[in-house]
């Protein structure tokens, strides 16, 4: 069964720490996995995409790296600011055979709160 | 500036009754999709349309129906068989096959009242 598993649920830290937050994966066959994130009450926003060649993305103080023989994923926040706080979201897309249109899988999301 | 469109951002429904949920894009995307979010839980997919005229179902479409009449346009409607429609809905949009350009619209609340 395909599913996409975060830890922590939720996250405390102080304002100017670092965090990373985790994902495991058993989709396949695997095409992409990506990292949202989602303002409470908002739709999400696309941090990072990686394909199965690609082991680390950056944006910004995010920094996205996958493993593709653990099928783990980790997005990793540098020097954390108040308006960090919100839920991140990791995704895998499946590749869906002869329709080549691949299903999204989302995990459940951890919540983060940066506190001053 | 390019964009998808969700209204209203907040939705009242009373027992029995059908309501829809509008969603807009210009970003000139093929596919459009509808998803419910619920706390603690991933999104689920209820229904996606690669092209206009045609659309199929996700993984929990039942008590729900959508139309593609636009490229623009893919309207959610709740009917009174969804038995717990209280819920964050999102509208996406992509280019095509493949998920490129994904984009999430802001979201309605839907509450039952």
């Known amino acids: 069964k395909n599913q996409v598993e975060q830890s922590p649920q939720s996250l405390i830290i102080l304002e100017g720490k670092n965090c990373t937050l985790q994902c495991n994966y058993t989709v396949s066959p695997f095409s992409n996995l990506r990292w949202y994130k989602q303002d409470t009450g908002r739709g999400p926003v696309s941090l990072t995409i990686m394909t199965f060649s690609e082991n680390t993305k950056s944006n910004g103080r995010y920094t996205a790296t996958l493993d593709a023989d653990?099928?783990?994923?980790?997005?990793?926040?540098?020097?954390?600011?108040?308006?960090d706080s919100a839920s991140y979201i990791c995704v895998v897309s499946a590749k869906s055979g002869s329709s080549n249109t691949g299903k999204l899988i989302f995990g459940q999301g951890t919540t983060l709160q940066v506190k001053p | 500036d390019g964009g998808i469109t969700q209204s209203p951002k907040y939705l009242f429904r009373k027992e029995g009754q059908n309501v829809t949920l509008s969603c807009e894009q210009n970003l000139n995307h093929d596919a459009m999709y509808w998803y419910r979010q619920d706390p603690g839980q991933g999104l689920r997919l209820i229904y996606y349309s690669q092209i206009v005229n045609d659309f199929q179902k996700?993984?929990?479409?039942?008590?729900?129906?959508?139309?593609?009449?636009?490229?623009?346009?893919?309207?959610?409607?709740?009917?009174s068989a969804q038995k717990n429609p209280t819920a964050f809905y999102l509208c996406a949009s992509s280019m095509g096959a493949g998920n490129y350009g994904y984009t999430f619209g802001s979201g309605t609340r839907l509450t039952v009242v």
């Open chain 1, 70 to 83: 653990t099928k783990q994923s980790s997005l990793h926040i540098t020097a954390s600011q108040l308006s």
């Open chain 2, 58 to 79: 996700g993984d929990i479409a039942e008590g729900y129906s959508v139309s593609r009449e636009k490229k623009e346009s893919f309207p959610l409607t709740v009917t």
